[in-house]
């Protein structure tokens, strides 16, 4: 491992020593001719192996997600067989697929495959890369102080969200995209706050998520970081209706 990222602040915790190097995004979610270039940043091994984890599990379930071609190379290559491995996660996912009727951009009708997955590893998962993006573009670490919010938006959620965050200023705005279109992102920094961080991602050019309720929302993923007290601040606002 470079000494680049040995025995620096663990990108993930802010508390432990780097031990590794840590692909912000993992290899495999890509074949291996499209894994050039993925972003490394320094990590724990507690950190590393629990992000790890939930790689491992979403490796296996989202590639049937997406009919991207790294979506499909991954599927017949790794996530197929890990499933036959893993027989108890295998029973579970194909005693809980369904299909639905759902409506494409063109407003046609299509009968697909419902899947049931782990939409909290999902979060869990763009939170950790959202920390690793703030790292690897703007060399920031967040403190026990900062927090890291992430969360799956509808398609019109996402464009009242680049308006208002992004919109056509170039200032701190950072883009990516990798693993051919396997993984994009758009980012921008505060300009003040160096904690501060937006970011829009998506995998595999777009995975359709479906809540329990069966309501679509869209495969952006908008993450956030910044200072704790300005979520006490909202959630003052919020409930008293003042600034705290």
């Known amino acids: 491992m470079s000494k680049k990222y040995k025995k620096k602040l663990c990108v993930y915790c802010a508390e432990r020593p780097s031990s590794t190097a840590d692909h912000v995004i993992a290899r495999e979610f890509f074949g291996i001719n499209r ?6 940043v320094p990590s724990c091994s507690t950190c590393n ?11 296996s379930v989202l590639p049937f997600g997406s009919n991207h071609s790294s979506a499909r190379e991954i599927f017949t290559l790794s996530a197929e ?11 579970h996912l194909s005693s809980k ?11 046609l009708y299509t009968y697909n495959m419902q899947l049931p997955i782990e939409q909290k590893f999902i979060i869990r998962l763009f939170e950790y890369i959202a920390q690793g993006l703030l790292y690897h573009h703007f060399n920031v670490v967040l403190g026990l102080e900062f ?6 938006v509808t398609d019109h959620g996402y464009n009242n969200f680049y308006n208002q965050f992004i919109g056509e200023s170039k200032l701190g705005v950072v883009t990516a995209n990798l693993a051919d279109n396997g993984f994009s992102y758009i980012g921008r920094q505060g300009k ?21 309720n069966g309501n679509d929302t869209s495969s952006h993923i908008f993450a956030s970081t910044g ?7 909202a959630y003052l606002a919020h409930k008293y209706g003042i600034q705290g």
Not at 50 to 57: D, G, L, V
């Open 227 to 233: 200072h704790k007290r300005i979520l006490r601040n």
């Open 35 to 40: 894994r050039a270039n993925l972003p490394k």
């Open 49 to 59: 192996n629990q992000k790890s984890r939930i790689e491992h599990y979403l490796t």
């Open 147 to 152: 927090f890291v919010n992430a969360v799956a």
């Open 81 to 91: 067989k890990r499933l036959k491995k893993n027989l108890k996660l295998k029973r």
């Open 192 to 212: 003040d706050y160096p904690e501060m961080s937006i970011w829009f991602m998506k995998l595999y050019d777009g995975i359709k998520l479906v809540d329990v």
């Open 97 to 107: 697929i369904s299909k639905r009727w759902t409506q494409n951009e063109n407003g």
